[in-house]
């Protein structure tokens, strides 16, 4: 995949949208030039069924609109189902061999914490990572201990040409350190999703 798709990578679910429509956030996101988007469909009275099936294809129809990578968060049967660029796993779920066996040319990315994961990671096969809590997070309630830029920045060492994205606790204010530390791009949720002004935000996320 190209590194620069990772450049502002928005995360969303229903849950995280307190007083406008989810699909307006992202239509309004998506004008303000978010260059990947992931469905992530959590917490206390999440979307399931039928109703999970016909927002994420809103979200789809919407995100291929404006030519942008449209992920699902976990579900893989979905993301099939779809046809979904692609898929986001975490370390507890469906491991990548498998993943790739069912999901031939589509986008597969893997959250990592360390060292360990990341090396298994990219040997499995994963298109890019996920690293973080890099700062702390309100948008997910059982994240990790914030690490800051220090497995990061050794992230890239390891691996200069492998597309990287950092996540949790990212803002307009912190998000050039992030990117300098060796992050092709910055995932958020509530950054973008609470903003008053989207259009800044991403402009300011993107370091411009």
């Known amino acids: 995949m190209n590194r620069k798709e990772l450049a502002v990578y928005f995360i969303m679910g229903t849950e995280n949208c307190k007083s406008e429509h989810p699909l307006e956030v992202l239509k309004d996101a998506l004008q303000a030039g978010i260059t990947f988007f992931q469905l992530r469909e959590k917490g206390k009275q999440p979307l399931t069924g039928g109703e999970l099936e016909q927002f994420a294809r809103e979200c789809q129809s919407l995100c291929k609109q404006y030519q942008v990578p ?9 993301a099939l189902k779809i046809d979904a660029d692609g898929v986001h796993v975490g370390q507890d779920d469906t491991p990548i061999q498998e993943i790739r066996e069912k999901f031939q040319n589509k986008v597969i990315g893997v959250s990592v914490h360390n060292e360990e994961e990341l090396v298994k990671a990219v040997q499995s096969g994963a298109d890019y990572v996920g690293i973080g809590p890099i700062y702390e997070t309100k948008s997910k309630p059982d994240a990790k201990k914030p690490a800051g830029v220090t497995f990061l920045r050794k992230a890239r060492e390891m691996y200069p040409n492998f597309p990287i994205v950092a996540i949790g606790g990212i803002t307009p ?31 300011l996320l993107k370091g411009k």
């Open 70 to 78: 449209f992920i699902i968060n976990d579900d893989v049967e979905l």
């Open 173 to 203: 204010a912190n998000a050039q350190k992030v990117k300098e530390a060796g992050a092709d791009g910055v995932a958020v949720i509530s950054a973008i999703c609470e903003s008053d002004d989207r259009h800044k935000t991403v402009q």
